[in-house]
């Protein structure tokens, strides 16, 4: 399986819903909490990912490839296509 990382803020419903989502499929993920640092961390992971526009989270990497926020998790898994994003 390939690794997740999910870039999150404390007071977020939409990272503690991909959170619960990656949970409830029983995937591992890393969580990197940006609340302390928001505005370093946003800027860093525009620059790296090259984002347009404002960064929001939670901001999901599966592998090396950014797929976005929630609503872009929730739609890959309800066409069945997520399972086969995280095979290695």
């Given at each position: 399986?390939?690794?997740?990382?999910?870039?999150?803020?404390?007071?977020?419903?939409?990272c503690?819903?991909?959170?619960?989502?990656?949970?409830?499929?029983?995937?591992?993920?890393?969580?990197?909490?940006?609340?302390?640092n928001?505005?370093?961390?946003?800027?860093?992971?525009?620059?790296?990912?090259?984002?347009?526009?404002?960064?929001?989270?939670?901001?999901?990497?599966?592998?090396?490839?950014?797929?976005?926020?929630?609503?872009?998790?929730?739609?890959?898994?309800?066409?069945?296509?997520?399972?086969?994003?995280?095979?290695?």
């Amino acid at each position: 399986m390939k690794e997740v990382t999910i870039y999150t803020v404390d007071y977020c419903p939409f990272c503690k819903k991909a959170e619960l989502l990656l949970k409830e499929k029983n995937v591992p993920f890393k969580k990197i909490d940006i609340t302390k640092n928001e505005n370093e961390y946003r800027q860093k992971l525009k620059e790296y990912y090259d984002i347009e526009g404002k960064v929001t989270v939670p901001q999901i990497i599966i592998g090396s490839k950014r797929i976005g926020g929630f609503d872009v998790l929730e739609k890959l898994n309800n066409a069945g296509s997520l399972d086969e994003m995280l095979e290695d």
